[in-house]
């Protein structure tokens, strides 16, 4: 069986495309572990929209991602964990919220800084949290409750 160079060539070039595409994809989706990270933890009312693998971002900058989402059965609210980029220190009187990117957007975690010369510690909780809003919730009380004043 004979093999045409130019065959063998052309075969290269699609597996090295094949293989970039992949790598590509493996970190855009934030598979790969370049830089250290450290864990911190909060507690919302409704995590609506939020799951493993969304971003967090501080000033709009992503600088960590959502790794673990549960619902804890005592308190009937979201834990969350996430990981920070290694050497962000974020404030420990910070607040997490849930933000949505627009109307039709996603939402993500949103850190709001604090002005505490101290920061979190991996694995400290953030306790200041506010969970999602429901955009559909809002449209229905807009709408059943808007002659509520008007007499």
Known sequence: MSHNPTEVFAGGIVLAAAIGFAVYAG???GLSRAGS???LTASF???EGVSVGTDVRLAGVKIGTVTGVGLNPETFRAD???SVKEGIEIP???AVVISSEGLLGGNFVE???GGSPFAFEPGDEIEDTQ???SLISLLVKFVAGGGEGDS
Do not use: E, H, K
Request: aromatic share 10%; proline share 5%.
């Open 27 to 29: 970190q855009a989706a």
């Open 37 to 39: 990270t450290y864990d």
């Open 45 to 47: 009312r409704s995590l």
């Open 80 to 82: 969350t964990v996430f």
């Open 92 to 94: 420990d009187d910070s």
């Open 111 to 113: 850190i709001m800084p």
């Open 131 to 133: 969970g999602a809003v």
